[in-house]
């Protein structure tokens, strides 16, 4: 099994005709996902061949679903327009909503997060994510398709770059699924969402949660876990050397006092018993000696 995506997952892409979507679209296929449609306003009719697969494109989400049944939705829109895209594709009830588009401002995506909580029908993963993927069944996103197999090793990252790191550090075991929410202030899919997926999924015998500098997630996560997660966490947080009040890097990534530090976080998830590495090649150390137990 797997986590949100599997592979009877049909995906459409949001701007699938622009130089990311296409580029990325091609990567999805290449890794075996079953990428169905793409949406974009004023193209609907056209067929775009990528690599063979010939992909029609349509003007609305609701059209794409209604003619391929697609059920997710990768967005690769600029900026100035995601918030239209994805308020449309939960309008449109998809199921799963994976936003990759970097820089929406985030009274933008307050709108959306809102709109699909209180609709209650799309599952959001992002905005500023790498996506997700599940090993040998869909890829939904960025994340590169070869530098890991299946296996039974749950993944949930703040951080796109460290999502792949720790895939390929653990390559050798693999994974049931990896999902990067993403480092903004506002996301839609959280840790704890990820963690009570993976806990209640079969096939997941283990987690890594990687979290960052900045906001409380990580802390609310720990309390999450003390009372709601038995099978064993791993966690690592980036940012120790990161100095006080500068921004770094994501949105979210910013502390104030003791208020968001790695220390901090660390603290509250050693405190319910996650083992915390220092790098994240230590981190993966200690899932590999995990995984060796559990056999």
Do not use: W
């Amino acid at each position: 099994m797997s986590i949100f995506l599997n592979s009877d997952s049909k995906i459409l892409v949001q701007g699938m005709t622009g130089s990311e979507g296409t580029k990325h679209t091609k990567r999805m296929l290449a890794s075996g996902a079953k990428v169905v449609a793409g949406v974009t306003p004023g193209k609907g009719g056209q067929v775009v061949d990528i690599d063979g697969h010939s992909i029609p494109v349509f003007n609305s989400v609701s059209e794409a679903m209604a003619a391929t049944k697609a059920n997710v939705s990768v967005v690769f829109v600029p900026p100035k327009f995601a918030k239209a895209a994805v308020m449309e594709a939960i309008d449109a009830k998809i199921p799963l909503c994976v936003v990759i588009t970097e820089g929406i401002p985030v009274h933008d995506s307050v709108g959306f997060v809102n709109h699909a909580l209180t609709l209650g029908t799309t599952r959001l993963i992002g905005p500023n994510c790498p996506g997700l993927i599940s090993p040998g069944e869909s890829n939904a996103g960025i994340i590169p398709a070869d530098i890991t197999k299946k296996g039974r090793i749950g993944l949930v990252s703040k951080s796109g770059t460290l999502t792949y790191q720790m895939m390929y550090e653990l390559r050798d075991i693999g994974f049931s699924t990896a999902v990067g929410i993403g480092g903004d202030p506002v996301i839609g899919t959280t840790h704890i969402d990820c963690l009570a997926a993976f806990e209640a999924d079969p096939d997941t015998d283990a987690i890594v949660m990687i979290g960052e500098i900045g906001g409380d997630a990580e802390e609310r996560a720990a309390a999450f876990i003390k009372d709601n997660v038995r099978k064993p966490v791993v966690g690592y947080v980036a940012g120790f050397t990161a100095p006080e009040g500068k921004t770094m890097g994501h949105a979210g990534a910013i502390v104030s006092g003791s208020a968001g530090t790695a220390q901090a976080k660390q603290d509250a998830l050693e405190a319910v018993g996650v083992k915390v590495g220092k790098t994240p090649s230590e981190a993966a150390n200690l899932m590999r000696a995990i995984m060796g137990n559990l056999k």
